[in-house]
């Protein structure tokens, strides 16, 4: 990734992880973000127009018995809106939306007020949520995902189709690779020590760690099928009981803070890229 220009809480294109400087912002004490559409008035938007769009999309689910079914969605909308913080804080045109809270999990249904939402019904809400963008002006998208179980691809081939819309699909956990690596010596993939750290980092309140399980699998596919490298959905009560997948022994707030930080600079500068660009001008030059 490079940014379109450095600046204060733009992270230079060399260091894109870097953990930016600027200050996090604390309640309202600011008054409404005219970037953060859940708390801009029309007179804002209309003052400074957006060119970018942000959709956090999460999920609803278990997360081990320690952490909230909401992990997917707080993770979302912490990373989307701390880019923008930055991003606009450097001079980029950028709107959060409000977030998805529902993902796929389909094979997830025994688990108790988990709510499935079908790649049908996603591509319906995308396409409209795109339509309307397009509608508006507003020709640049960026779906930063908090859920492993969405599969964006298909729906963004589509929706750029219809829309005419530039759409990028970024997973949290892929930001900042190298600060991953170093930062945690087993992220696992689902409320293992990554989403753990970063909970104990954004909502400590919400966490009971008294309770985590080891997040263990119990059962796999034979080898047979894995030397293949053959995919299928696992069944989660039966290979995930605790409904984990990664010890998150080792966690802290500290280190889930780190991580934070080095994604967020991350995304701010692909967010400053995207919105720098002229109209009309594809992504890839």
Not at 232 to 257: E, M, N, Y
Request: proline residues 7%.
């Amino acid at each position: 990734m490079t940014a379109s220009s450095s600046g204060p809480g733009n992270p230079s294109p060399a260091t894109p992880c870097a953990v930016a400087e600027a200050p996090r912002r604390a309640g309202n004490l600011g008054g409404p973000r005219a970037h953060i559409l859940h708390e801009a008035n029309y007179a804002q938007l209309l003052a400074r127009r957006p060119n970018v769009a942000v959709l956090p999309w999460g999920a609803t689910e278990a997360h081990n018995w320690h952490m909230p079914h909401g992990t997917d969605v707080v993770e979302a909308v912490s990373l989307a809106e701390r880019a923008a913080d930055l991003a606009v804080a450097a001079g980029a045109r950028v709107i959060v939306l409000p977030a998805i809270p529902y993902g796929n999990n389909a094979q997830q249904q025994d688990q108790v007020a988990t709510v499935h939402f079908s790649t049908a019904t996603a591509l319906a809400i995308l396409r409209d949520v795109t339509d309307s963008l397009a509608r508006q002006g507003i020709d640049r998208l960026v779906i930063v995902n908090g859920h492993g179980g969405n599969d964006f691809k298909p729906m963004v081939r589509d929706c750029q189709l219809t829309s005419g819309l530039t759409i990028l699909v970024v997973d949290f956990w892929r930001l900042c690779p190298d600060v991953l690596t170093a930062t945690f010596p087993d992220p696992g993939d689902h409320a293992g020590q990554l989403e753990t750290s970063l909970l104990l980092h954004l909502r400590p309140e919400w966490m009971e760690m008294e309770r985590a399980g080891r997040g263990e699998a119990a059962a796999r596919l034979p080898d047979g099928i894995r030397q293949a490298n053959a995919w299928t959905p696992r069944p989660w009560s039966k290979v995930q009981p605790d409904t984990g997948s990664g010890d998150p022994a080792g966690s802290s707030a500290a280190l889930g803070a780190r991580y934070f930080e080095a994604a967020a600079a991350s995304l701010a500068t692909l967010l400053s890229t995207v919105s720098g660009l002229d109209r009309g001008v594809d992504v890839f030059g």
